[in-house]
DNA sequence: CAGATCAATTGATAATTATCAAATGCCAAA
DNA sequence: TTTGGCATTTGATAATTATCAATTGATCTG
């Protein structure tokens, strides 16, 4: 089921890092290595969930539906897991996952993890820390919706992520602008004219590449905000997000 | 430091239900029992996570603040405990805690609690299984932020506290009104219009009451989902929220 | 009880954001 | 290389939400 040279790339998340070799062979001898095609939808909202998932090549969105209408809330990049917390308490998924591209995911049965984490501590730790990370992601989303305006969500996400591509003064957008709209909270077409409006205050929009022009004049307007962008503790970023940039 | 008949009630959180006797003694004895006068800021977003707060009684609003603005997260009532990840991660609060009226609170060193959750594989499993409740708890109130629009997460808030408080039909709105506006993410005045349109679709307000006048009308207005509102999952509304209404 | 204070409401207006429709541009399949 | 299908952009307009100002109402205090 899994591949020889998928345990490593598993093994070196903070989830898995710590636990006992044993252990993690076991859950590795339980799971599933899969691969689907784009656009696929593999798990539905609201579906028992279990497993865990973990996404070794390719790209996974995850949205939230209600109504007929739908929000991306993150886009999970190799390697990283998702869905942890549903498997966890044994609930339904509160997002639907759906592929972006071909994808392989490696799947954990729930009941596995569930058991895994009472027999070794070191794994228990692991998953701790690893929620404690992931609910004050949501948390900073959370304030960024209610506290900025769609155009201080488009500015501080622009910034955000040219100083994680490393300060470089151009970078590429790592999705689609219609799902970065949609992951801001806003249409596209606000998103659109919000970016074109962008450029009196310091970063210019080329396509997919974004290329800050101001960064002094850009820094001004965004504000950033330690408690919101989490720019200083790089181990809390794990969790739902977008996809780091590329130069 | 801690009264005698703090101990039980603490004891009977789902965090510290299953944890061994001892061990519980030995966080109890590390920890403090004070005091706090209304409308005190007991907590600075930013300030290291020294401490796990417990409210005894009296009731704790969490805000979010940024760029001069602020926003309601949650208002915590007894007994429940607060900002546990930040304590976990020993980080920075992400929140403003204040109290809104005299309030009891227990505070629990946080290195206390992160050497216990490495003794204690019970507490462990307590604490995973909270944050993963916390975790959904947020998820669920990012999605209704990016779903609904503001008349809908009223509507839809004075519903699901009617179910809470036992299908009654009315039932008191256990805050005030411009402390749900901010926690719905409006403003006050915008809440009042909407509350007032609202009688045409099948509740009515009066004063903190709330009187549901049409409830299969309101239902259809709403539109409720249990991946949102939670209603099925009583176990997962731990964190933060809004104090459970009273008849 | 009067006065002060603050929450809540109401009205008028402005800003923000969404919707609908059409045009443009880009990319991949044929 | 061309063509079809989307994503994106642009324009026009409507809906939603916020802001400002003034009033009303409730509560607390001296």
């Known amino acids: ?90 609930a339904p998924y509160l997002m639907t996952a759906r592929t972006l591209e071909r994808t392989r995911i490696v799947l954990i049965p729930a009941s596995d993890l569930r058991s895994m984490f009472r027999r070794d501590p070191e794994f228990a730790v692991a998953v701790i820390n690893e929620l404690a990370a992931c609910y004050r992601s949501v948390v900073r989303t959370a304030k960024s919706l209610k506290l900025r305006n769609s155009r201080e969500r488009v500015a501080s996400y622009l910034l ?41 205050d310091g970063v210019k929009i080329d396509g997919a590449r974004v290329i800050i022009t101001d960064r002094t004049r850009l820094t001004a307007l965004v504000k950033p905000d330690a408690l919101i962008d989490g720019l200083d503790a790089a181990a809390d970023s794990i969790g739902p997000g977008l996809p780091v940039p590329q130069v």
Chains 1, 2 share one sequence.
């Open 1 to 90: 089921m899994m591949r020889p040279d998928t345990d490593p790339q598993i093994r070196h998340l903070h989830l898995f890092r710590d636990m006992a070799q044993a252990n993690f062979v076991n859950l590795m001898t339980a799971s599933y290595d899969q691969i689907f095609p784009p656009g696929l939808e593999m798990i539905r909202q609201g579906d028992p969930a279990d497993f865990l998932h973990i996404v070794m090549e390719g790209s996974v969105e995850l949205v939230g539906q209600w109504a007929g209408r739908e929000c991306t809330m993150a886009v999970v990049r190799p390697v990283s897991t998702f869905i942890l917390a549903a498997c966890i308490r044994d």
């Open 160 to 200: 955000r992520h040219s100083i994680i591509a490393g300060g470089a003064p151009s970078y590429m957008l790592g999705v689609e602008k219609r799902l970065l709209a949609s992951y801001l909270g806003m249409t596209p077409e606000n998103l659109s004219r919000t970016l074109k409006s962008l450029e009196a």
